[in-house]
């Protein structure tokens, strides 16, 4: 297991951009699979990005071109940059984690969760 603590939300205007950051503890960082999802209010959780731990990604189609992410073993912390934000981008973001394995986009394969970060966009 490893705890995540994510940070860099906020309130912020259409078009604008944010980071977000998860960190994580432990010395085994680098063998995790991790993953960004958001839950916005009487949704469904839903995956948007994340990085195999061998460091290849994938993106939701919604936020493909748009959003970025990238790790930093050293740091043993996960990126998401959110740009052009729009106004259905707002959500509580989660970061997660599972031991090694592929990148999976549904949520019930991994083991590991932060607290989350809310992300507000006002149009």
């Known amino acids: 297991q490893v705890q995540l603590i994510e940070s860099g939300g906020g309130l912020v205007q259409a078009g604008e951009s944010l980071r977000l950051s998860c960190a994580g503890s432990g010395r085994t960082f680098s063998s995790f699979t991790l993953g960004w999802f958001r839950q916005a209010p009487g949704k469904e959780r839903e995956f948007v990005g994340g990085?195999?731990?061998?460091?290849?990604?994938g993106m939701a189609d919604s936020v493909k071109g748009r959003f970025g992410i990238s790790r930093d073993n050293a740091k043993s912390t996960l990126y998401l940059q959110m740009s052009s934000l729009k106004p259905e981008d707002t959500a509580v973001y989660y970061c997660?984690?599972?031991?090694?394995?592929?990148?999976?986009?549904?949520?019930?394969?991994?083991?590991?969760w932060g607290q989350g970060t809310q992300v507000t966009v006002s149009s």
């Open positions: 990085m195999s731990w061998t460091g290849a990604p």
């Open positions: 997660a984690a599972r031991v090694s394995g592929i990148l999976s986009t549904r949520a019930a394969d991994f083991t590991s």
